[in-house]
Nanobody
């Protein structure tokens, strides 16, 4: 059964950094686009970043562009989200997601999801 497991969340001060990891089962990883989404309390889930199956193309939400970097290691079936210059508004549960084919900004197009990892940025 396909599985995604996030890790690396935690509490950090504003201006700090975190790196999230998402470990995937091999069946759904090497040929799948991977995305990161987040959901803050009382808000809808929103797109953060996406990377194509070969890592050749990435894209980001405007709110994180220049601060966050998505990458993947297909040999380790893992996708990463490096988050720098964190702000209080980055506080949310972060989810990784996988979909066959090209990446997408739309969460409904991703059939596979992790359980989420909490990121809390204190100001």
């Amino acid at each position: 059964q396909a599985q995604l497991v996030e890790s690396g969340g935690g509490l950090v001060q504003a201006g700090g950094s975190l790196r999230l990891s998402c470990a995937a089962s091999g069946r759904i990883f090497s040929s799948y686009a991977m995305g990161w989404f987040r959901q803050a309390p009382g808000k809808e889930r929103e797109f953060v970043a996406v990377i194509e199956w070969n890592g050749g193309s990435t894209d980001y939400a405007d709110s994180v562009k220049g601060r966050f970097t998505i990458s993947r290691d297909n040999a380790k079936n893992t996708v990463f989200l490096r988050m720098n210059s964190l702000k209080s508004e980055d506080t949310a549960v972060y989810y990784c997601a996988a979909r066959p084919g090209s990446g997408s900004y739309y969460s409904l197009l991703y059939p596979y999801w992790g359980q989420g990892t909490q990121v809390t940025v204190s100001s």
